[in-house]
């Protein structure tokens, strides 16, 4: 049971909020550039790449200001400013939707460290497992919720740019939680022990593979022909995700173990199937989406628990460091996925496999030392 269950469902709770806007955006966004002003896919692959690349200095920025500043204010100053995704739905061209997107984008990664190291604060060391479960699940179950209101719009025939544009509402509602939370410490702005930079080295290996979600919605669309159960895909992956968030906090698994092979292994697999078996159509792709939200779901409650753990008083740069890594894979990732993706869809997914098992080696040898 957590000694401070309260602020850690505000903090959950906000998330939630969060994601139940702008996953709609992010699920939005590869329609608006590919479907509705017909930009190449290696145009969405840069677009990608950008938002993770400049995400990337974002986070680690984030981070360190966190700790000389207070984790709550600029948790709550960058939460405030992901809103600017919600006007890419008024984009004229696909330049200013990539624009709009990418800034609302970087403001998300500069406050994720924050809200991380806030669930640090707030909890035992023993408890943060539990924690950052319930934190994935709430997140990840609000972009569930995200997914099926955009399908059922989609299916309605209403625009993808509308739907965006409602966002703001849940994205408002997730800053107010955030700023009620008691929570605000500081730290001092240093980098962390050996031991957590293999674990950052590892997790940018990984997001080498975890490409945007973009990337099956358009092999959905392809294949199917229909853009709502494009969508579909995202929300069974989000669906899953979110279940064994909340199930990896609970058990009481080996977290460096639990993150090799329920997390990057699983993922590496999961990777290579969605190069061979998409032909098959919804068959083959929705169970591996299903694989794939149950890969990340263990990455996002165990990476984070392993470096809080890892770290003392610089948790915030800390956290920062994790998502720099993870942004400077996603962007070196996005980019070779767009234009691997441009040859043939398989290639794409191939070299997403390889890079997640080698993720999978980096921490197999953290578990032999």
Do not use: C
Request: proline content about 2%; glycine content about 10%.
């Amino acid at each position: 049971m957590l000694t401070n269950r309260r602020e850690v469902l505000k903090i959950s709770f906000s998330a939630f909020f969060a994601d139940l806007g702008y996953q709609a955006a992010v699920a939005s966004f590869p329609i608006i550039l590919v479907f509705y002003f017909h930009a190449p896919i290696f145009v969405y692959g840069i677009a990608e790449s950008l938002n993770y690349g400049g995400g990337s200095l974002m986070s680690l920025l984030g981070g360190y200001l966190a700790d000389k500043y207070g984790r709550k204010k600029i948790g709550v100053i960058g939460n405030s400013l992901i809103v600017i995704v919600s006007f890419t739905g008024l984009a004229a061209n696909y330049i200013q939707a990539i624009i709009l997107f990418m800034l609302g984008w970087w403001f998300r990664n500069f406050r994720t460290p924050a809200r991380r190291a806030m669930v640090s604060e707030v909890t035992q060391e023993n408890e943060r497992s539990e924690a950052y479960g319930i934190l994935h699940a709430l997140d990840i179950g609000g972009a569930a919720l995200a997914i099926l209101y955009l399908t059922i719009a989609l299916y309605l025939g209403i625009k993808a740019t509308v739907v965006v544009l409602l966002t703001a509402i849940p994205l408002l509602i997730s800053t107010i939680l955030l700023a009620m939370v008691k929570a605000g410490g500081k730290g001092k702005p240093k980098l962390m022990v050996r031991k957590g930079w293999i674990l950052v080295i590892s997790t940018m290996f990984f997001a080498f593979s975890q490409y945007s979600f973009g990337f099956p919605i358009i092999t959905t669309a392809e294949v199917t022909h229909k853009l709502y159960l494009a969508t579909i895909t995202y929300g069974v992956f989000l669906v899953s995700s979110a279940l064994f968030g909340y199930i990896f906090g609970k058990l009481r698994l080996s977290e460096y173990k639990a993150l090799a092979f329920l997390g990057y292994l699983l993922a590496s697999l999961a990777s290579l199937g969605f190069a061979f078996l998409s032909p098959l159509g919804l068959i083959g792709i929705y169970p591996l989406s299903f694989l794939m939200g149950i890969a990340v779901a263990s990455t996002e409650t165990f990476e984070p628990t392993i470096i809080s753990k890892l770290s003392k008083g610089e948790v915030g740069t800390s956290m920062g460091a994790l998502s720099l890594g993870r942004s400077i894979g996603l962007l070196i990732g996005n980019t070779a996925m767009g234009f691997l993706y441009q040859i043939s869809f398989s290639y794409a997914y191939v070299f997403a496999s390889i890079m997640s098992f080698i993720a999978f080696m980096i921490v197999l040898t953290l578990l032999r030392e």
